[in-house]
């Protein structure tokens, strides 16, 4: 009896030990150097673009557009990077466009073997939900939900169809952690795959935005005075300057995102008001505790603006760095748009004051 409790008692500890093993990130790794990024503010023979009846691809206004008219079949894009990825961090922003499509998808691919023979697809669809499935032998194998329910898992951190998710992939000896909006999903494990491309897929009859990708990786660091770069902001950086510089300009456009899908809101309060629906003293109730709620969120995030300011200004001498691309001058240009819709929120506030004041 003693020997069948301490048997019992084992095999009760490596039950719990691979359970939590299953569920607990596995990526300890630093990633500390900069080895590619688009904001997609220039063209880039990087990703497709092309306008047929299945696809309209196009980079335009920061932003790479992916409509797919096809209404039965997915659409995958490779990135043309002069080299695949290995060990690494990836973090890109992603939108499935609010009112278009009856079922969309999108997401990212990672770890594309070639021929597409493997590789990971992470995705997300307008229920707030997510799914990972790895390509296997030319069949999707689902790492998370069932066959039943196509994968999907429901994701309490991914944002409503309309806003910017941001999805977060790490890599180290075969390991895989995924975060969405910056809380840890799922881990999983396939040693097969030394190094692979990166790219994305779009669900049939899907329109869909991609707001930012960049990629950090481990390695050797290059000296600050002679940074390996090419033309297309496919670079080597490295130094925790050029992390924060990175960093920063993902919080910016992260910033920025929010502000435009407050400014939404606050365009919906205007109209609501103009239309004559300010006489409901319940729904003016109403448009008054969204508007509380976004002078909290608005005063939250100058304090925000104000630390990223600051950052800015200290990174400045570290520009030359990038080695001509762009992420020299995108912070500023960033900070611009972030002060522009800000000014936009705050005039918009200003409307929605004297619409009411017009109405008492």
């Not at 999903?185 to 795959?193: A, D, Q, R």
């Not at 670079?235 to 407050?262: D, P, R, V």
Request: hydrophobic share 35%; aromatic share 8%.
């Amino acid at each position: 009896m003693i020997y069948r409790a301490q048997y019992l008692f084992l095999a009760s500890i490596l039950w719990l030990t691979s359970t939590s093993n299953a569920t607990a990130q596995r990526v300890r790794d630093r990633f500390e150097l900069l080895a590619f990024s688009d904001n997609f503010d220039t063209p880039s023979d990087k990703w497709t673009t092309e306008a047929n009846s299945d696809n309209l691809l196009v980079i335009q206004d920061g932003e790479y557009i992916l409509h797919r008219k096809n209404t039965s079949t997915p659409f995958l894009v490779i990135a043309g990077l002069e080299k695949e990825v290995d060990d690494c961090r990836l973090v890109a922003s992603l939108r499935l466009d609010k009112n278009y499509g009856s079922d969309p998808t999108a997401g990212i691919l990672f770890m594309m073997q070639p021929q597409a023979s493997g590789g990971f697809l992470i995705e997300l669809n307008r229920k707030k939900e997510f799914r990972v499935r790895q390509i296997t032998a030319g069949k999707y194998q689902y790492l998370t939900g069932t066959s039943k329910n196509g994968g999907w898992t429901k994701c309490a951190p991914a944002n409503e169809a309309g806003l910017n998710n941001v999805i977060e992939i790490r890599t180290a000896g075969g390991n895989y952690d995924l975060f969405i909006n910056d809380v840890y999903m799922v881990s999983f494990f396939e040693p097969s795959y030394k190094s692979g491309s990166i790219g994305i897929v779009i669900g049939p009859d899907t329109r869909a935005r991609l707001d930012y990708v960049y990629i950090f990786t481990k390695g050797a660091t290059p000296s600050a005075d002679n940074p390996t770069s090419d033309s297309n902001n496919e670079a080597i950086s490295s130094g925790e300057e050029m992390i924060k510089l990175a960093e920063s300009i993902i919080q910016l456009k992260t910033q920025i995102n929010a502000l435009k899908q407050e400014n939404d809101e606050l365009k919906k309060a205007v109209s609501s008001l103009r239309s004559g629906e300010s006489e409901k003293s319940s729904e003016i109730k109403s448009l008054e505790a969204e508007i509380k709620s976004m002078q909290d969120q608005i005063a939250s995030r100058d304090a925000e603006i104000v630390k990223l300011s600051n950052e800015r200004d200290g990174l400045a001498k570290y520009k030359e760095m990038t080695g001509g691309n762009e992420n020299g001058d995108v912070v500023i240009t960033l900070s611009k748009a972030l002060k522009a819709e800000k000014e936009k929120n705050l005039k918009l506030e200003e409307e929605i004051r004297k619409l009411k004041a017009s109405d008492d």
